[in-house]
């Protein structure tokens, strides 16, 4: 009787394979065919409801990853790589004088060099096949099992810290990449310029885009106002946003889109963003908002994102008419408390507290107060599609598998308010102003604080100092005198 069931089973399942095609759609935007083809790895079928992701950047092959176990107990139909997937760069020692001086003002040398091809191999391998991920990527492989490993790339394995379209070995990068993510080797994925594509989940009613960027490979320099993503990848972005409406949209880049910190944490340091490229920003809202070419409003957009070593979830609402979330996974090990030692950790925990936050979501569920999370995580967006009308909850995961924070929307709230466009930002707007628009005083509060605290610090210490100093020559004065 079991054998019976199985194959009935694997023939049902064989039968909705070929009355779908095969695979589940990719890249289906309308466009004429061939001039964007987006490739697959896996064909899964295209009638199976998508209800539960996962996501994550920032994972060092080289230690230990026990995040996996909380993975893959979410037990995600999809998967999405936001890079980061190995550190592939190398780094030279923190020198501020000298001949291969890496920081501050006499720096000389690059702090960050690539790897050779074969080394970033190596690395590739140490990530492919750490033992939780094998477990996922075994699924990922299984004929009978709905799961789907798809991804992109950021700096660190493109091959080098904040790196470009200048970057000479891209292209090897590319290849690499899309070796780990098992793509084909007859992709056409293979052979565009960049990593970007898309991909179609789901029947009608219950569709789930996913459009994963592309942020390396034709992005101008830093602070440039440049481009980040180049006219080919925009050209393709804008055909994938007019194409068929799915109820859900979500753009997976590997730098945030909607960021707190690209004006914050100086001078101390800077985060990549598209902050970083407000033109870019401006253009992407606005191919979200109205397409120029097809007239038409993309509707249940939102972003996932990595690269920062922490984790939040930030929410935009002038870009659009509608609010557009950005849920920032980072990372799967690397992760910003874990460069201090554990017990100052506190000092990481009140440095993000400091920081403005003007576009970050404040919820209950929150572990800490400034709701930003600096240990291992990976992001989670669970869909319920039945329930009426249908909701999305948006979760930071710890290692574990607990929420470190979370929020619950419906899907409604993504889609336009009686076709009328969001107010313009008032000066100091929460969720509207831009960090840049700040006032210098709120802007650089961490650093007023920074350095208004060493300074009392150093005053008390030259007090301290001072008093003893007196209190030690009075001694000595009525010792003489007696």
């Known amino acids: 009787m079991a054998d019976s069931v199985l194959r009935s089973g694997i023939i049902l ?9 095969g695979h589940w759609k990719v890249s289906a935007s309308g466009q004429p065919p061939g001039k964007f083809p987006i490739p697959h790895s896996k064909s899964p079928p295209s009638a199976a409801v998508v209800s539960r992701l996962a996501f994550g950047s920032c994972a060092n092959q080289s230690g230990p990853q026990p995040i996996w176990n909380a993975v893959i ?53 140490l990530a492919k096949y750490q033992p939780g991920y094998s477990v996922l990527r075994q699924r990922a492989q ?44 007859d992709s056409p994925r293979r052979k565009q310029a960049g990593v970007y594509a898309s991909y179609v989940f789901g029947p009608p009613g ?24 180049g006219e080919s990848q925009w050209e393709w972005l804008a055909n994938e946003l007019s194409g068929p409406q799915t109820e859900i949209t979500i753009i997976a880049s590997s730098i945030q889109v909607v960021s707190n910190l690209s004006a914050t944490t100086g001078p101390f ?17 606005k191919l979200i908002t109205n397409n120029a070419v097809f007239l038409l409003q993309r509707t249940g957009v939102f972003f996932i994102s990595g690269d920062v070593h922490f984790a939040e979830i930030t929410r935009f609402d002038c ?20 460069t201090v030692p554990q017990p100052f950790d506190f000092l990481v925990r009140l440095a993000a507290w400091l920081t403005p936050s003007t576009m970050r979501v404040h919820s209950q569920t929150c572990l800490y107060k400034s709701c930003a999370y600096g240990q291992p995580n990976f992001g ?45 930002s008032k000066p100091y707007q929460r969720h509207c102003s831009l960090e840049v628009e700040l006032p210098w005083f709120r802007r650089y509060q961490l650093a007023l604080t920074f350095f208004g605290s060493v300074a009392v610090f150093v ?21 003489k005198i007696d």
């Open 319 to 338: 870009g659009c008419e509608y609010p557009l979330y950005d849920i920032t996974s980072s990372g799967l090990t690397q992760a910003v408390e874990r």
């Open 459 to 479: 005053v008390a210490l030259t007090v301290l100092v001072k008093s003893i100093a007196s209190a030690s020559k009075k001694c000595v004065r009525k010792l």
């Open 73 to 125: 107990d979410f037990d995600p139909q999809v998967f999405i790589w936001l890079g980061d997937n190995i550190y592939g760069d190398n780094r030279r020692p923190f020198s501020v004088f000298g001949r291969t001086a890496t920081i501050g003002p006499w720096k000389n040398t690059p702090r960050f060099f690539p790897s050779s091809e074969e080394e970033m191999r190596r690395r590739y391998r």
């Open 269 to 285: 340091f800077y985060l990549e963003s598209w902050g970083h490229f407000p033109t870019e920003r401006e253009r992407l809202y």
């Open 13 to 21: 399942l064989l039968l909705i394979l070929l009355a779908s095609g």
């Open 380 to 424: 989670a967006v669970e869909i319920d599609w039945d329930s009426v009308p249908p909701t999305m909850k948006f979760e930071v995961r710890t290692v574990n598998g607990d929420p470190a924070n979370s929020i619950e929307i419906l899907l409604s709230e993504l889609q336009p308010k009686n076709n009328s466009r969001i107010p313009a």
């Open 142 to 185: 299984h004929e009978l099992i709905l799961l789907q490993i798809i991804g992109t790339y950021d700096d660190h394995d493109y091959g080098l810290n904040d790196a470009g379209k200048e970057f000479p070995l891209k292209n090897i990068s590319q290849r690499l990449l899309l070796d780990f993510l098992d793509e084909p080797e």
């Open 206 to 229: 219950k569709q789930l885009k996913v459009i994963v960027l592309d942020t390396r490979y034709h992005r101008d320099p830093l602070f440039s106002d440049g481009s980040i993503l």
